[in-house]
């Protein structure tokens, strides 16, 4: 089983940034694949951002170009996002899922993910 916690979320103003973090603890040996997912209150999680085993990055059009998904070493994923507009507010959710070497075209789809952290809003005015 995997814990993931986030943190880093908070208020920004439009055209502002925040960097969001994950840290994963657990079993955590082995290949994963990893996202950042948002929700707004009665809408669904959509996918943001996604980071594959080789590194390889996928975003939602809404944030390409703004966002930026990394991972260090120790496994803890971030979420870099600058240029922040009103429509970013939401909670903010990191997933993972083991035994991934990359997820394609399902990076951003919800069901792709087993492990879900607690989430950490984010409200931009």
């Known amino acids: 089983h995997v814990q993931l916690v986030e943190s880093g979320g908070g208020s920004a103003q439009v055209g502002g940034s925040l960097r969001l973090s994950c840290v994963a603890s657990?079993?955590?040996?082995?290949?994963?694949?990893m996202g950042w997912f948002r929700q707004i209150p009665d809408k669904e999680r959509e996918g943001v951002a996604g980071?594959?085993?080789?590194?390889?990055t996928n975003y939602a059009d809404s944030v390409k170009g703004r966002f930026t998904v990394s991972q260090e070493a120790d496994g803890t994923l971030y979420l870099n996002m600058t240029r922040l507009n009103s429509e970013d507010t939401g909670m903010y959710y990191c997933?993972?899922?083991?035994?991934?070497?990359?997820?394609?075209?399902?990076?951003?789809?919800?069901?792709?993910?087993?492990?879900w952290g607690q989430g950490t809003q984010v409200t931009v005015s």
């Open positions: 657990g079993d955590t040996i082995g290949r994963y694949c």
């Open positions: 997933a993972a899922v083991p035994l991934c070497w990359s997820l394609g075209t399902t990076a951003l789809a919800e069901a792709s993910y087993k492990y």
């Open positions: 980071i594959e085993s080789d590194g390889s």
